[in-house]
């Protein structure tokens, strides 16, 4: 066992950067990780943080996979990486994954001030994205969801379930929304 490091602590720290169920409490968890263990023989940098139990409380029951990724944003030299986490069945942080889709893994997080913080839930698409700059953002109609996201330009850009096209700039201000044409969540041309 080791201690957390810097990196790790700032991608989780970014991770729960943005409310959703149970993050007050993973938050306060993290205050509390008394060191970490590399978990993984694949050669990426994901661990298992040991939270002192008898500091922090556990947070309420729920998914082991938390609603909320980190996606890296603009990286040059190969896939974009997601950060995923876990808790266990008691309710304490299990396990901090950086998951590589396409290409070899590297013993490197992404640099969390990078990256965007996608929030789910139980229900499928984004309910929320914290972009790279610090801003939230949400879709216009309140329990819309954004059934694809495009980040790849800078800002966001969302299509709802209700069919709209809703395009925010870096800081979190909406540009635009206008509606759209979708099919089975796909943008469809005009």
Known sequence: ???LSDVELRVLDRLLSIDF?????LRRQV???TGVEPNCTCGCPSITPHVDRASA?????GRSMLPVDLLEVGRTDGTPRTVICFV???????N???????DDARDEWPVPEQCAVLVGGDEPGEVAVGL???????????GDRWIRCDLSAPGCVGTTISGFRETFAPDGTLVSRRRARTWLGRDRAP
């Open 96 to 102: 901090l994954e950086c998951v590589y889709s396409d």
């Open 31 to 33: 205050e509390h990780i």
């Open 21 to 25: 169920p149970r993050a007050a409490e």
């Open 132 to 142: 790279p700059g610090g801003a939230v953002v949400r879709p216009q109609k309140h």
């Open 57 to 61: 409380p556990p947070a309420p029951p």
């Open 1 to 3: 066992m080791r201690t």
């Open 88 to 94: 266990d069945q008691d309710g304490y942080l299990s």
